[in-house]
Structures are given as structure tokens and as C-alpha cells.
T-cell receptor, first 112, second 113 residues
């Protein structure tokens, strides 16, 4: 079982729709969860972090965490063509001395 | 604020040759990471430094890869000898000590022929 798994994609949504990206992780003691966005040919950039069960909203982005189900998701409301990118889920066991493990990523395309 | 600097941007070598990558983290960032990202995959941690000490190198192929961070600032990653499967983008990232947010450099795209 892979440490961090993401829905395989690619995911295509029309402009203005909600994009839903999912991630599961295998390490039950994981404590920190992140979503990075990576445009084609560019480096990853952090867009959301979440540490507690429930929802965390930041603008059009909502991260959801369910530690019992070992599940993390990212919702993008009112999707824009500029949101087209690969979204990487990343998980860390504890503080910064623990390694950050990335999933394979899900390619999202938002069609105008 | 200057970002994470990496060089070279691209490198093409033949298998069995050696190659080195350089990284200069954001000033004041104590933690430095080297990731390998193969096309279509997520980044895989190769090595993590805290100042000039190694925190995690469990996934570094130590028979061919080496890394150092002298004086707790710049870092170099070396591959010797290179294999075809080493073709990837090598990403350097840094963070504040105890910081959760990683800042990535532009990466070095390595092609091994």
C-alpha cells in the first residue's frame, strides 16, 4: 500500500464548477496534511495546510480532514482555468523533523 | 525576498557519468530538502538537512548519491555514476526550523542518455 494515494485523474471540470480532489494515507499517526499546486514545468507551491479534523476554508479552497478514515480532500469552488494544474497531497507524521511524503498528484483541467 | 536558488537548470549526461547540483536556500532557513521528481510522479524525499546535520536520508541511494551541506547554508547533491532511471527533476526546498511550509526552487531537470 502506498503511503499517500490520490485519485488518479486526470480530472476535468467546466469553469465555475466545484473540483473535488481526494487523498488517502496509510500512516495512522500522521498529524500534518498539505495540498501543493504544481503548474506544468514549475515547482510545487503550498496552497493549504490542515491539522485538525473538519474543514478549513481559504477563499475558494476548502480542505477537509478525517483522521478516522485517513482521508484528506481539497475542494475548489468556482473553478477557473488558472486552477488547471497538478495538485499534490502531502502528509507528515509530526513536526518538521519528520519527512514530508507526497502523493502522485491529480491533474486538474478547468475548461472555459 | 530571494527564493531558493538552484543550478544548473538543465543537465544532459550519459549513463555512468557523474553530475552535481547546487542549491542555495532562502536566507535564515535552517532546513533544506532534496527531492527527486520523476515525470508523472510526486516528489520523493532524498535527503533532509537541519543546519548541516542529516535528519533523514532513508531514501537516498547511497551507493551512487551523496549530498552535503557545508556551514549549514548551500548544499550540493551528487550522482556518481548516473543511471538511466535517474532521469528526473531534482528539487531543492527550504523551510524555517520547525516550519511547516516548504519553499521550492526551480529544480534541475536531469536527462541521462
Amino acid at each position: 500500500q502506498k503511503e499517500v494515494e490520490q485519485n488518479s485523474g486526470p480530472l476535468s471540470v467546466p469553469e465555475g464548477a466545484i473540483a473535488s480532489l481526494n487523498c488517502t494515507y496509510s500512516d495512522r499517526v500522521s498529524q500534518s496534511f498539505f495540498w501543493y499546486r504544481q503548474y506544468s514545468g514549475k515547482s510545487p507551491e503550498l496552497i493549504m495546510s490542515i491539522y485538525s479534523n473538519g474543514d478549513k476554508e481559504d477563499g475558494r479552497f476548502t480542505a477537509q480532514l478525517n483522521k478516522a478514515s485517513q482521508y484528506v480532500s481539497l475542494l475548489i469552488r468556482d473553478s477557473q482555468p488558472s486552477d488547471s494544474a497538478t495538485y499534490l497531497c502531502a502528509v507528515r507524521r509530526g513536526g518538521s523533523n519528520y519527512k514530508l511524503t507526497f502523493g502522485k498528484g491529480t491533474l486538474l483541467t478547468v475548461n472555459p | 525576498e530571494a527564493g531558493v536558488a538552484q543550478s544548473p537548470r538543465y543537465k544532459i549526461i550519459e549513463k555512468r557519468q557523474s553530475v552535481a547540483f547546487w542549491c542555495n536556500p532562502i536566507s535564515g532557513h535552517a532546513t533544506l530538502y532534496w527531492y527527486q521528481q520523476i515525470l508523472g510522479q510526486g516528489p520523493k524525499l532524498l535527503i533532509q538537512f537541519q543546519n548541516n546535520g542529516v535528519v533523514d536520508d532513508s531514501q537516498l541511494p547511497k551507493d551512487r548519491f551523496s549530498a552535503e551541506r557545508l556551514k549549514g547554508v548551500d548544499s550540493t547533491l551528487k550522482i556518481q555514476p548516473a543511471k538511466l532511471e535517474d532521469s528526473a527533476v531534482y528539487l531543492c526546498a527550504s523551510s524555517l526550523a520547525g516550519g511547516e511550509k516548504l519553499f521550492f526552487g526551480s529544480g534541475t531537470q536531469l536527462s541521462v542518455l
